[in-house]
């Protein structure tokens, strides 16, 4: 998905189709033959692993028009085989695929083939993908089996629910959004953590008490709030422990304790935030 949403955003900017070859839109269709194998995962794809939670063919699950995967955006085996953010952000990849099929490529077969996959994706993620959480309302997952299974807790990684907005499923102001960005970011998610120098969303990948700068600058991203988008501000400065970066995640309670000195997506998406995301999102120019 993110090839796809790169060039799209190129083309959209420079509005340059020399990179659009015969080449890249090979790549384009053999993404999208993946994506509709793996929609049928149990009939059609060949794909096993033994890294996969529940051994070779990967945990029980049912079909639900969602795509399957074994593992996060972390790289961590999922426990459930639908990763809700991962499926929210094909819905946005695909139309994006659609447009650039349709528009650049001329190519209308390909084109609807990309969009109509959107379609049957987000209706699966509405139907099967939001359950209902006491005190929150109706939340997004982070994962299901279609089975009646979800698992309720966000990751640090991009996509997550947190980011839902910022990859462009939804607008930042919709109700089961705002209903899962509270749930997420409350002590309700495993990967919670509130410390003395920071509290935010980290990760399986990481140690307990150890938050992620990606995360917190993907709620700085997605917010409504300056005084929160302040907040958030002061907790990546406190994790400078003098070197100037952002790091994989910081231990909340002592930021000189951290893990990947060198990572550069965090320092790459804040430069985003510096640049036209330290106001809140309905201020933000772009801002779907």
């Given at each position: ?227 929160e988008t302040e907040r958030v501000l002061g907790y990546l400065a406190a994790s400078d422990t003098g070197?100037n970066e952002l790091h994989e995640s910081f231990d909340v309670n002592d930021p000189e ?32």
């Open positions: 998905m993110y090839p796809v949403q790169l060039t799209f955003r190129y083309w959209r900017t420079y509005r340059d189709t020399s990179i659009f070859t015969p080449l890249l839109q090979r790549a384009f269709e053999l993404a999208l033959r993946v994506l509709r194998t793996e929609q049928h995962h149990a009939t059609r794809s060949k794909y096993r692993s033994t890294s996969l939670l529940g051994g070779n063919d990967g945990m029980p699950f049912a079909y639900t028009g969602m795509i399957w995967t074994g593992f996060r955006p972390s790289d961590d085996p999922a426990q459930f085989p639908y990763n809700i953010p991962q499926n929210m952000f094909a819905v946005g990849a695909l139309r994006q695929l659609s447009d650039i099929e349709r528009h650049v490529y001329h190519n209308d077969r390909l084109a609807n083939e990309a969009w109509d996959l959107s379609v049957e994706v987000e209706d699966a993620i509405e139907r099967y993908g939001v359950v209902f959480v006491p005190g929150f309302g109706r939340i997004y997952a982070y994962e299901v089996d279609g089975l009646g299974h979800a698992n309720l807790m966000d990751d640090a990684n991009v996509p997550s629910l947190l980011s839902a907005p910022y990859i462009g499923y939804l607008d930042v102001h919709d109700p089961i959004y705002q209903a899962t960005r509270r749930f997420i970011l409350s002590p309700k998610d495993p990967y919670y953590f509130s410390g003395k120098y920071a509290s935010g969303i980290g990760s399986a990948h990481t140690p307990r008490n150890y938050v992620w700068p990606l995360s917190l600058i993907m709620e700085a991203l997605t917010s409504t709030s300056s005084s070197d304790h951290f893990t990947r000195k060198d990572f550069a997506w965090p320092n790459a998406l804040f430069t985003e935030l510096a640049r036209d995301g330290s106001w809140p999102a309905e201020e933000r120019p772009g801002q779907r």
